[in-house]
Protein backbone atom coordinates (compact mmCIF):
# COMPACT_ATOMS: atom_id res chain seq x y z
CA UNK A 1 0.00 0.00 0.00
CA UNK A 2 1.46 3.86 -1.01
CA UNK A 3 1.57 5.67 2.16
CA UNK A 4 0.05 8.60 0.79
CA UNK A 5 -2.94 6.89 0.23
CA UNK A 6 -6.07 8.99 1.80
CA UNK A 7 -6.91 5.91 4.34
CA UNK A 8 -3.28 6.41 5.54
CA UNK A 9 -3.27 9.98 5.66
CA UNK A 10 -6.05 9.40 7.78
CA UNK A 11 -5.16 6.71 10.39
CA UNK A 12 -1.98 8.86 10.97
CA UNK A 13 -4.11 11.92 11.71
CA UNK A 14 -6.27 9.60 14.33
CA UNK A 15 -3.50 8.46 15.85
CA UNK A 16 -1.90 11.75 15.92
CA UNK A 17 -5.25 13.49 17.35
CA UNK A 18 -5.60 10.87 20.21
CA UNK A 19 -1.81 10.91 21.35
CA UNK A 20 -2.45 14.87 21.31
CA UNK A 21 -5.20 13.81 24.16
CA UNK A 22 -2.49 13.02 26.10
CA UNK A 23 0.23 15.90 24.88
CA UNK A 24 0.80 16.56 28.14
CA UNK A 25 1.77 12.84 29.27
CA UNK A 26 3.88 12.39 25.80
CA UNK A 27 6.15 15.84 26.47
CA UNK A 28 6.65 14.96 30.23
CA UNK A 29 8.16 11.45 29.01
CA UNK A 30 9.98 13.27 26.26
CA UNK A 31 11.34 16.04 28.67
CA UNK A 32 12.52 13.15 31.22
CA UNK A 33 14.28 11.10 28.71
CA UNK A 34 16.15 14.05 27.82
CA UNK A 35 17.24 14.31 31.08
CA UNK A 36 18.45 10.96 31.90
CA UNK A 37 20.25 10.48 28.83
CA UNK A 38 22.39 14.01 28.75
CA UNK A 39 23.75 14.72 32.29
CA UNK A 40 24.92 18.18 31.06
CA UNK A 41 21.40 19.29 30.29
CA UNK A 42 20.35 18.77 33.89
CA UNK A 43 22.47 20.76 35.44
CA UNK A 44 21.72 24.02 34.14
CA UNK A 45 18.72 24.87 36.41
CA UNK A 46 17.60 28.54 35.23
CA UNK A 47 16.98 26.49 31.61
CA UNK A 48 15.25 23.81 32.51
CA UNK A 49 11.68 25.86 32.45
CA UNK A 50 12.67 26.80 28.98
CA UNK A 51 13.84 23.27 27.88
CA UNK A 52 9.57 22.07 29.13
CA UNK A 53 8.47 24.21 26.89
CA UNK A 54 10.46 23.69 23.81
CA UNK A 55 10.03 19.79 24.40
CA UNK A 56 5.82 20.39 24.47
CA UNK A 57 6.22 22.71 21.41
CA UNK A 58 7.86 20.92 19.49
CA UNK A 59 5.38 17.55 20.68
CA UNK A 60 2.42 20.29 19.66
CA UNK A 61 4.13 20.88 16.52
CA UNK A 62 4.83 17.61 15.00
CA UNK A 63 1.31 16.62 16.32
CA UNK A 64 -0.60 18.99 14.05
CA UNK A 65 1.33 18.76 11.22
CA UNK A 66 0.13 14.60 11.06
CA UNK A 67 -2.91 16.04 11.71
CA UNK A 68 -3.98 18.13 9.49
CA UNK A 69 -1.33 17.07 6.77
CA UNK A 70 0.50 20.32 6.99
CA UNK A 71 3.53 20.84 4.43
CA UNK A 72 6.48 20.90 6.07
CA UNK A 73 8.42 23.63 3.71
CA UNK A 74 6.27 25.81 5.74
CA UNK A 75 6.58 24.67 8.78
CA UNK A 76 9.44 26.77 11.10
CA UNK A 77 10.89 25.78 14.43
CA UNK A 78 8.93 26.86 17.88
CA UNK A 79 10.20 30.24 19.16
CA UNK A 80 10.24 28.14 23.23
CA UNK A 81 12.90 25.71 20.40
CA UNK A 82 14.64 28.22 19.08
CA UNK A 83 15.23 30.25 22.52
CA UNK A 84 16.80 27.52 24.17
CA UNK A 85 19.20 26.80 21.66
CA UNK A 86 20.43 29.81 22.04
CA UNK A 87 20.27 29.98 26.15
CA UNK A 88 22.74 26.94 25.55
CA UNK A 89 24.61 28.59 23.27
CA UNK A 90 25.19 31.26 25.83
CA UNK A 91 26.19 29.10 28.46
CA UNK A 92 28.58 27.49 26.64
CA UNK A 93 26.75 24.04 26.70
CA UNK A 94 28.30 21.72 23.56
CA UNK A 95 25.53 21.93 20.40
CA UNK A 96 26.63 18.26 20.50
CA UNK A 97 24.28 18.31 23.72
CA UNK A 98 21.27 19.67 21.88
CA UNK A 99 21.27 17.67 18.81
CA UNK A 100 21.31 14.83 20.76
CA UNK A 101 18.56 15.77 22.98
CA UNK A 102 16.24 15.80 19.42
CA UNK A 103 17.65 12.36 18.71
CA UNK A 104 16.26 10.82 22.76
CA UNK A 105 13.52 13.14 21.81
CA UNK A 106 12.16 11.72 18.06
CA UNK A 107 12.70 7.73 19.94
CA UNK A 108 10.31 8.71 23.03
CA UNK A 109 7.50 10.43 20.29
CA UNK A 110 7.69 7.45 17.89
CA UNK A 111 7.09 5.10 20.72
CA UNK A 112 3.74 6.94 21.72
CA UNK A 113 2.84 7.00 18.07
CA UNK A 114 3.46 3.58 17.04
CA UNK A 115 1.60 2.23 20.04
CA UNK A 116 -1.41 4.24 19.49
CA UNK A 117 -1.22 2.95 16.18
CA UNK A 118 -1.08 -0.68 17.30
CA UNK A 119 -4.25 0.15 19.02
CA UNK A 120 -6.09 1.51 16.35
CA UNK A 121 -5.35 -0.99 13.49
CA UNK A 122 -5.15 -4.47 13.23
CA UNK A 123 -4.01 -4.70 9.65
CA UNK A 124 -0.55 -5.35 9.08
CA UNK A 125 -0.40 -3.61 5.63
CA UNK A 126 -2.17 -0.26 6.92
CA UNK A 127 0.25 -0.77 9.94
CA UNK A 128 3.55 -1.08 7.56
CA UNK A 129 2.33 1.69 5.55
CA UNK A 130 1.20 4.21 8.55
CA UNK A 131 4.60 3.65 10.16
CA UNK A 132 6.26 4.31 7.32
CA UNK A 133 4.66 7.76 6.63
CA UNK A 134 4.89 8.83 10.39
CA UNK A 135 8.68 8.21 9.85
CA UNK A 136 8.98 9.93 7.59
CA UNK A 137 7.07 12.61 8.74
CA UNK A 138 8.92 12.70 12.39
CA UNK A 139 12.40 12.58 10.67
CA UNK A 140 11.38 15.07 8.16
CA UNK A 141 10.77 17.52 11.24
CA UNK A 142 13.56 16.22 13.02
CA UNK A 143 16.18 17.17 10.64
CA UNK A 144 14.69 20.25 9.30
CA UNK A 145 14.21 21.66 12.86
CA UNK A 146 17.72 20.25 13.79
CA UNK A 147 19.18 22.48 10.84
CA UNK A 148 17.17 25.83 12.84
CA UNK A 149 18.73 24.89 15.55
CA UNK A 150 22.27 24.48 14.64
CA UNK A 151 21.92 27.93 13.12
CA UNK A 152 20.13 29.41 16.10
CA UNK A 153 23.26 28.04 17.99
CA UNK A 154 25.86 29.63 16.44
CA UNK A 155 24.56 32.81 15.65
CA UNK A 156 23.75 33.44 19.20
CA UNK A 157 27.07 31.78 20.46
CA UNK A 158 29.09 34.37 17.86
CA UNK A 159 27.23 37.62 19.46
CA UNK A 160 27.60 36.40 22.83
CA UNK A 161 30.99 35.75 22.51
CA UNK A 162 31.55 39.08 20.63
CA UNK A 163 29.86 41.09 23.42
CA UNK A 164 31.22 39.05 26.47
CA UNK A 165 34.47 39.99 25.16
CA UNK A 166 34.16 43.59 24.47
CA UNK A 167 32.14 43.49 28.09
CA UNK A 168 35.47 41.85 29.55
CA UNK A 169 37.68 44.15 27.67
CA UNK A 170 35.89 47.22 28.73
CA UNK A 171 36.28 45.86 32.79
CA UNK A 172 40.02 45.10 32.33
CA UNK A 173 40.63 48.55 31.37
CA UNK A 174 38.93 49.54 34.26
CA UNK A 175 40.67 47.02 36.36
CA UNK A 176 44.39 48.19 34.91
CA UNK A 177 43.33 52.73 34.78
CA UNK A 178 43.34 52.18 38.48
CA UNK A 179 40.06 54.13 39.26
CA UNK A 180 37.60 52.41 42.04
CA UNK A 181 35.80 49.75 40.83
CA UNK A 182 32.67 47.01 41.97
CA UNK A 183 35.21 44.43 42.44
CA UNK A 184 32.44 41.43 42.41
CA UNK A 185 30.55 43.13 39.73
CA UNK A 186 34.22 42.76 37.80
CA UNK A 187 34.36 39.02 38.81
CA UNK A 188 31.13 38.63 38.09
CA UNK A 189 31.85 39.81 33.97
CA UNK A 190 35.53 38.51 34.20
CA UNK A 191 34.78 35.08 35.40
CA UNK A 192 37.41 35.38 37.56
CA UNK A 193 38.56 36.13 40.95
CA UNK A 194 40.59 39.07 41.75
CA UNK A 195 40.71 38.29 45.51
CA UNK A 196 43.70 36.12 45.30
CA UNK A 197 47.43 36.50 43.85
CA UNK A 198 47.94 36.26 40.07
CA UNK A 199 51.02 36.53 37.29
CA UNK A 200 50.52 38.75 34.26
CA UNK A 201 51.88 38.30 31.41
CA UNK A 202 52.87 39.25 27.98
CA UNK A 203 52.49 36.87 24.98
CA UNK A 204 53.37 37.51 21.62
CA UNK A 205 54.68 35.88 18.39
CA UNK A 206 58.47 36.86 17.79
CA UNK A 207 58.85 35.76 13.95
CA UNK A 208 58.01 38.33 11.59
CA UNK A 209 55.93 35.59 9.50
CA UNK A 210 52.99 35.05 11.08
CA UNK A 211 50.38 32.00 10.34
CA UNK A 212 46.49 33.19 9.92
CA UNK A 213 45.02 32.57 13.56
CA UNK A 214 47.95 33.80 15.82
CA UNK A 215 45.44 34.41 18.43
CA UNK A 216 43.95 30.72 18.96
CA UNK A 217 48.00 29.88 18.87
CA UNK A 218 48.66 32.53 21.60
CA UNK A 219 45.81 31.26 23.97
CA UNK A 220 46.50 27.90 23.72
CA UNK A 221 50.11 28.93 24.74
CA UNK A 222 49.17 30.42 27.63
CA UNK A 223 46.41 27.54 28.34
CA UNK A 224 49.79 24.99 28.73
CA UNK A 225 51.77 27.63 31.09
CA UNK A 226 48.48 27.58 32.75
CA UNK A 227 48.38 23.47 32.94
CA UNK A 228 52.22 23.58 33.72
CA UNK A 229 51.61 26.00 36.95
CA UNK A 230 48.73 23.95 38.15
CA UNK A 231 46.81 27.23 37.95
CA UNK A 232 42.77 27.53 37.23
CA UNK A 233 41.47 29.23 34.11
CA UNK A 234 43.61 32.07 32.66
CA UNK A 235 42.34 36.08 31.74
CA UNK A 236 43.08 35.95 28.17
CA UNK A 237 42.96 39.24 26.62
CA UNK A 238 44.03 39.63 22.46
CA UNK A 239 45.69 42.92 22.12
CA UNK A 240 46.25 42.53 18.10
CA UNK A 241 46.77 39.70 15.67
CA UNK A 242 50.11 38.47 17.41
CA UNK A 243 49.86 39.54 21.01
CA UNK A 244 48.17 39.55 23.96
CA UNK A 245 47.60 39.86 27.71
CA UNK A 246 46.46 37.03 30.42
CA UNK A 247 46.34 36.97 34.04
CA UNK A 248 47.17 33.58 35.66
CA UNK A 249 44.92 32.69 38.96
CA UNK A 250 47.56 31.34 41.89
CA UNK A 251 45.07 31.33 45.16
CA UNK A 252 46.67 31.83 48.02
CA UNK A 253 50.45 30.59 45.91
CA UNK A 254 52.77 33.74 45.86
CA UNK A 255 55.39 32.54 43.56
CA UNK A 256 55.22 31.26 39.91
CA UNK A 257 58.24 29.64 38.03
CA UNK A 258 58.40 30.88 34.74
CA UNK A 259 59.81 27.62 33.39
CA UNK A 260 56.32 26.47 32.90
CA UNK A 261 56.55 27.97 29.38
CA UNK A 262 59.03 25.52 28.72
CA UNK A 263 57.82 22.90 25.65
CA UNK A 264 56.06 25.73 23.91
CA UNK A 265 56.83 26.58 20.46
CA UNK A 266 59.86 28.03 20.29
CA UNK A 267 58.44 31.63 18.13
CA UNK A 268 55.75 31.93 21.24
CA UNK A 269 57.72 34.46 23.33
CA UNK A 270 56.25 35.49 27.02
CA UNK A 271 56.94 38.12 29.65
CA UNK A 272 56.29 37.25 33.37
CA UNK A 273 55.52 39.87 36.01
CA UNK A 274 55.56 39.10 39.97
CA UNK A 275 53.40 37.00 41.80
CA UNK A 276 50.87 40.11 43.30
CA UNK A 277 47.51 39.93 45.14
CA UNK A 278 43.75 41.46 44.56
CA UNK A 279 42.71 44.02 42.24
CA UNK A 280 46.00 46.64 42.79
CA UNK A 281 47.84 43.29 41.93
CA UNK A 282 45.73 42.57 39.16
CA UNK A 283 47.41 46.20 37.41
CA UNK A 284 51.16 45.59 38.87
CA UNK A 285 52.02 42.19 38.05
CA UNK A 286 50.50 43.32 34.00
CA UNK A 287 52.68 46.48 34.63
CA UNK A 288 55.27 44.52 35.52
CA UNK A 289 54.93 42.26 32.63
CA UNK A 290 55.10 45.22 30.24
CA UNK A 291 58.17 46.16 31.47
CA UNK A 292 59.64 43.01 31.14
CA UNK A 293 58.52 42.52 27.80
CA UNK A 294 60.41 45.84 26.74
CA UNK A 295 63.53 44.24 27.97
CA UNK A 296 62.68 41.22 25.40
CA UNK A 297 62.26 43.18 22.90
CA UNK A 298 65.75 45.43 23.73
CA UNK A 299 67.54 42.66 23.98
CA UNK A 300 66.30 41.20 20.66
CA UNK A 301 66.71 37.57 18.91
CA UNK A 302 69.19 36.73 21.72
CA UNK A 303 66.38 37.02 24.31
CA UNK A 304 64.97 33.92 26.35
CA UNK A 305 61.89 32.22 25.22
CA UNK A 306 60.21 33.50 28.91
CA UNK A 307 61.62 36.89 30.62
CA UNK A 308 60.67 37.50 33.82
CA UNK A 309 60.73 40.63 35.49
CA UNK A 310 61.86 39.94 38.86
CA UNK A 311 65.10 38.57 36.72
CA UNK A 312 65.50 41.73 34.95
CA UNK A 313 63.13 44.32 37.41
CA UNK A 314 66.57 47.08 37.37
CA UNK A 315 67.38 46.99 33.30
CA UNK A 316 63.43 47.80 32.86
CA UNK A 317 63.46 50.64 35.22
CA UNK A 318 66.59 51.87 33.32
CA UNK A 319 64.96 51.76 29.56
CA UNK A 320 63.14 54.66 30.35
CA UNK A 321 66.19 56.52 28.37
CA UNK A 322 68.14 54.55 26.24
CA UNK A 323 70.67 57.32 25.67
CA UNK A 324 71.38 58.24 29.44
CA UNK A 325 71.61 54.24 29.95
CA UNK A 326 74.33 53.54 27.57
CA UNK A 327 76.74 56.72 28.16
CA UNK A 328 76.38 55.12 31.88
CA UNK A 329 77.33 51.87 31.46
CA UNK A 330 80.14 53.29 29.34
CA UNK A 331 81.24 55.30 32.17
CA UNK A 332 80.68 52.27 34.71
CA UNK A 333 83.16 49.76 32.80
CA UNK A 334 85.03 52.19 30.75
CA UNK A 335 87.45 49.39 28.46
CA UNK A 336 85.23 46.52 29.42
CA UNK A 337 82.28 48.06 27.57
CA UNK A 338 84.15 46.94 24.47
CA UNK A 339 81.89 45.25 21.98
CA UNK A 340 83.71 42.03 21.05
CA UNK A 341 84.16 38.58 22.27
CA UNK A 342 87.17 39.06 24.24
CA UNK A 343 85.15 41.55 26.53
CA UNK A 344 82.45 39.98 26.53
CA UNK A 345 84.06 36.55 28.04
CA UNK A 346 85.47 38.78 30.81
CA UNK A 347 81.99 40.63 31.25
CA UNK A 348 80.46 37.58 31.96
CA UNK A 349 83.08 35.61 34.29
CA UNK A 350 82.73 38.86 36.33
CA UNK A 351 79.27 39.29 36.39
CA UNK A 352 79.46 35.67 37.96
CA UNK A 353 81.85 36.28 39.65
CA UNK A 354 79.97 38.98 41.95
CA UNK A 355 76.72 37.37 41.80
CA UNK A 356 78.42 34.18 43.69
CA UNK A 357 79.92 36.55 46.30
CA UNK A 358 83.15 36.88 45.09
CA UNK A 359 83.75 32.98 45.13
CA UNK A 360 86.69 32.08 42.75
CA UNK A 361 85.83 28.44 43.32
CA UNK A 362 82.34 28.64 42.41
CA UNK A 363 82.71 30.78 39.36
CA UNK A 364 84.50 28.30 37.96
CA UNK A 365 82.25 25.48 38.85
CA UNK A 366 79.47 27.34 37.09
CA UNK A 367 80.84 28.49 34.02
CA UNK A 368 83.00 24.95 34.21
CA UNK A 369 86.48 26.25 33.58
CA UNK A 370 89.67 26.02 35.65
CA UNK A 371 89.77 28.38 38.95
CA UNK A 372 92.93 29.80 37.57
CA UNK A 373 91.56 31.00 34.48
CA UNK A 374 89.02 32.77 36.37
CA UNK A 375 91.53 34.46 38.71
CA UNK A 376 92.93 35.38 34.92
CA UNK A 377 89.75 36.88 33.65
CA UNK A 378 89.25 38.64 36.60
CA UNK A 379 92.59 40.18 37.00
CA UNK A 380 92.10 41.44 33.09
CA UNK A 381 88.46 42.53 33.65
CA UNK A 382 90.11 44.65 36.62
CA UNK A 383 92.59 46.29 34.68
CA UNK A 384 89.76 47.06 31.67
CA UNK A 385 88.09 49.04 34.18
CA UNK A 386 90.79 50.49 35.34
CA UNK A 387 90.08 50.35 38.68
CA UNK A 388 89.51 47.65 41.46
CA UNK A 389 85.95 45.95 41.06
CA UNK A 390 85.48 46.44 44.59
CA UNK A 391 84.85 50.13 44.65
CA UNK A 392 81.56 50.35 43.13
CA UNK A 393 80.63 47.06 42.78
CA UNK A 394 77.18 47.34 42.76
CA UNK A 395 76.80 49.56 40.07
CA UNK A 396 79.36 47.08 38.12
CA UNK A 397 77.31 44.64 38.53
CA UNK A 398 73.71 46.28 37.23
CA UNK A 399 76.01 47.59 34.39
CA UNK A 400 76.94 44.23 33.75
CA UNK A 401 73.12 42.83 33.57
CA UNK A 402 72.63 46.17 31.09
CA UNK A 403 75.28 44.97 28.91
CA UNK A 404 74.45 40.97 28.99
CA UNK A 405 70.61 41.77 28.67
CA UNK A 406 70.64 44.64 25.82
CA UNK A 407 74.43 44.08 24.02
CA UNK A 408 75.47 46.63 21.47
CA UNK A 409 72.70 49.03 22.35
CA UNK A 410 74.64 50.08 25.25
CA UNK A 411 77.97 48.70 24.10
CA UNK A 412 80.87 50.91 22.42
CA UNK A 413 82.68 49.36 19.18
CA UNK A 414 85.85 47.51 20.30
CA UNK A 415 88.76 49.37 19.31
CA UNK A 416 89.51 47.10 16.16
CA UNK A 417 85.64 47.22 14.70
Known amino acids: MEID ?45 LLASSVDSNVDTCLQIMQHRIDLAEVRAPAAATEYARRLAQRGTPLTALLRAYRVGHVCFSDWMLRELARQAGDAEMITATTLSMSRVVAGYIDQTSEEMVVAYAQARENWLRNRSASRAARIRDLLAGGRIDVGAAEATLGYRLRQYHVGLVCWVADAVKAADEITRLEQAIGHVAGQAVCGDPVFLPRDESSAWAWLPLGIRDTFDPAAAAGVDADVRFAFGDPAKGAAGFRLTHRQALAAQAVALATGSHAPQAVAFGVVAPIAMMLGSGELLRAWVLGTLAALADDDEHHARLRETLLVFLQTGGSYKTTAERLMLHKNTVQYRIRKANESLGRPVGENRYEVELALQASRWLGSSVLQPAAGG
Open 5 to 49: RRPVTELMADVAAAVARRGAAVSDDVYEAILQEIPQLRDDKPVLT
